[in-house]
């Protein structure tokens, strides 16, 4: 089971390693070196969310038509590929679309929708392997491995993209992809050797849920469109930073490539120690109260980096930076646990579905929200670091909303209306997922 871990670990590892370069230095690129639209760059990093839908399809086929006699080998390594040629063929596309722009898009929409397709491929597969290997009893301790690994890689990842790009050029940047690409292609390859038996008799429990059915669950129980309500608006809260906090590095601070890369992993440190922290201290602090802290935090992270811009310290920036990664860690363990409470015995698979379609949407209009925002006040008051205050503001209010509603959630209601609660054995199991 170790070597079992460890080799799905590296599979979403190689997943997440290909989004590092898009999600922080590209976006970077495009945004200040290229002068690109802040609005296109969300149209473009908005596209895998908007394929995400696929997920439940792609599960349900793969369960029912095997390949040579692997149910999730084949679409794994199919949505790593395209993960890998996605992230490779992107930094072309961005001076592309400094040259000719009406290709440029066509071609990015083709190579970013390439790599959200990938994406959506592989997650679903490599998550169903994981969970079906395991068993119930083992499930959390996989997905944990795989998160702790997937973070690790992430952190070293950006600390190695800002080595590579000390010196800014076109080529420095094609580079740097290509190097990381090949090492997802590496991680995915040693991942994918032998992990999943042949001819398994193994049968995916994933069903394919309608929109009706997952718009029944939640309207069906008014606890449960509420928590979706404050889900969608907290999550585009706090992923609506997401295209934009490394461009802000640069407009406001004049940071470099190289300095606005390691964002990301001074981000993805603080939020592996929030994440150890929120855990341990489970048992003892409600995660609801959790759950408030974490957006308070937020807002304090927002709050700060606005300041930051107006003093122009970079100090009180990265101040900023380190309370988004604990919020957003400490975000993470107590909403998820209160999404496996707000999960109705007997509907698992259907409430599951729900709230990650709800994640998904937030990511797309995080996305969007923030590009067109920041182009717009930019535009109007010829002033881009205003742009990016008044996106963070905007964040901080929909934190305070998210607040708001939290405060209206009751999960000993939902669980009387829904009649049943999910047992406490499953929802262990499911802790990490």
């Known amino acids: 089971m170790t070597r079992f871990r460890i080799q799905i670990g590296l599979i979403h590892s190689a997943i997440a390693i290909t989004l590092v370069p898009i999600n922080s230095t590209l976006n970077r690129v495009m945004i200040k070196e290229l002068a690109l639209s802040a609005a296109l760059v969300g149209i473009l990093a908005s596209l895998p969310y908007l394929l995400s839908p696929i997920q439940v399809a792609i599960g349900s086929f793969s369960d029912r038509h095997p390949i040579m006699g692997y149910r999730r080998t084949p679409y794994i390594f199919i949505g790593w590929l395209l993960c890998v040629g996605g992230l490779i063929v992107s930094p072309h596309i961005a001076y592309m679309l400094v040259e000719n722009r009406g290709l440029g898009i066509l071609l990015g929409i083709l190579a970013f929708g390439a790599w959200g397709m990938g994406y959506n491929f592989a997650t679903v597969s490599y998550f169903s392997l994981a969970t079906e290997i395991s068993g119930e009893k083992n499930r959390?301790?996989?997905?944990?491995?795989?998160?702790?690994?997937?973070?690790?890689?992430?952190?070293?990842?950006?600390?190695?993209?800002?080595?590579?790009?000390?010196?800014?050029?076109q080529e420095a940047v094609i580079s740097a992809f290509i190097k990381v690409g090949m090492a997802a292609l590496l991680m995915g390859g040693l991942g994918l050797l032998g992990v999943e038996p042949r001819h398994s008799e193994l049968t995916g429990d994933s069903e394919g849920y309608t929109w009706t059915e997952m718009y029944r669950a939640v309207s069906s129980n008014k606890q449960a469109s509420l928590f979706i309500l404050y889900l969608i608006v907290l999550l585009t809260a706090i992923f609506s930073q997401d295209i934009l906090l490394e461009p802000y590095g640069a407009e406001a601070f004049g940071l470099s490539v190289k300095a606005t890369t390691r964002i990301t992993s001074i981000w993805g440190v603080m939020f592996l120690l929030s994440l150890s922290i929120g855990g341990a201290l489970e048992a003892r602090i409600s995660k609801l109260t959790q759950a408030r802290i974490s957006a308070r935090a937020g807002i304090a992270a927002f709050f700060t980096i606005i300041l930051g811009g107006l003093l122009q310290?970079?100090?009180?920036?990265?101040?900023?930076?380190?309370?988004?990664?604990?919020?957003?860690?400490?975000?993470?363990?107590?909403?998820?646990?209160?999404?496996?409470?707000?999960?109705?015995?007997?509907?698992?698979?259907?409430?599951?579905?729900?709230w990650g379609m709800a994640t998904a949407l937030a990511r797309m209009i995080g996305n969007l929200l923030a590009g067109v925002v920041r182009d717009f006040v930019a535009q109007v008051a010829s002033n881009a670091v205003l742009g990016y205050s008044v996106v963070f503001g905007i964040e901080i209010l929909m934190l305070i909303s998210s607040l708001m509603i939290l405060s209206r959630v009751d999960v000993g209601l939902f669980q009387e209306q829904a009649g049943r609660q999910l047992p406490v054995l499953e929802r262990a199991a499911m802790s990490n997922d």
């Open 140 to 169: 959390s301790r996989t997905i944990a491995v795989m998160f702790f690994m997937m973070i690790i890689s992430i952190i070293f990842t950006s600390i190695s993209l800002g080595n590579m790009l000390e010196v800014y050029s």
């Open 313 to 354: 310290s970079t100090p009180v920036f990265y101040t900023g930076v380190v309370l988004l990664g604990l919020a957003t860690g400490l975000s993470t363990v107590s909403n998820l646990s209160l999404m496996l409470d707000m999960t109705m015995v007997g509907s698992v698979g259907l409430f599951m579905g729900v």
